[in-house]
């Protein structure tokens, strides 16, 4: 196995999708933020002072996947066709969970923007409520299913 994002000097490269199909390509990521039980309380009740922790979380979740380029130096700037970002709370576990699915048809995966966007939205959840909790944990980021190109479809086998 090479390191495709050095040429044989060592220099580092953007890969060259020049000959590769254009292909459906999805992924989904996941991560979570976990609160104290009062924090969760205030989001899930809306009574958080800068606003609506889902839907702000969820807008920047969204436009953190179409600037993933600007972010990690070697992605190839894509034409997203889709992203959705979706929230689910663990009261037992004082959590919220976060998923982010990025689709497209190109030559290359959406798996960095898919966790760039579950990033993304976690930093959000966080700044939206550091003023009453700032001990605050973000976990687990992680692909758990991607779809399209040369090597096919890939899914997390969750523990």
């Known amino acids: 196995m090479s ?3 050095f040429d ?3 220099r580092s490269r953007m890969v060259d999708v020049t000959a590769k199909n254009v292909t459906k390509r999805e992924a989904t990521a ?3 933020v976990s609160m104290k039980p009062e924090t969760l309380k205030l989001v899930l009740e809306s009574r958080m002072e800068k606003g609506d922790v889902f839907e702000v979380s969820r807008v920047a979740g969204i436009m953190a996947v179409k600037k993933t380029p600007d972010l990690i130096p070697m992605c190839h700037p894509l034409s997203i066709s889709g992203v959705d ?3 689910s709370t663990d009261e037992e576990n004082s959590r919220i969970n976060i998923e982010c699915t990025a689709k497209l048809a190109g030559q ?5 923007e ?3 966007g579950v990033s993304v939205a976690a930093l959000t ?3 939206m409520c550091k003023a009453v909790d700032k001990e605050m944990v973000i976990g687990d980021v992680r692909l ?3 779809s399209g190109g040369k090597s096919g479809t890939f899914i997390r086998e969750e523990d």
């Open 85 to 87: 970002v979706h929230f």
């Open 108 to 112: 290359t995966g959406v798996e960095m």
């Open 3 to 5: 390191f495709t994002h």
């Open 144 to 146: 758990l299913k991607k």
């Open 30 to 32: 996941a991560g979570w």
């Open 125 to 127: 959840i966080y700044d």
């Open 8 to 10: 044989e000097e060592g």
């Open 114 to 116: 898919a966790l760039t």
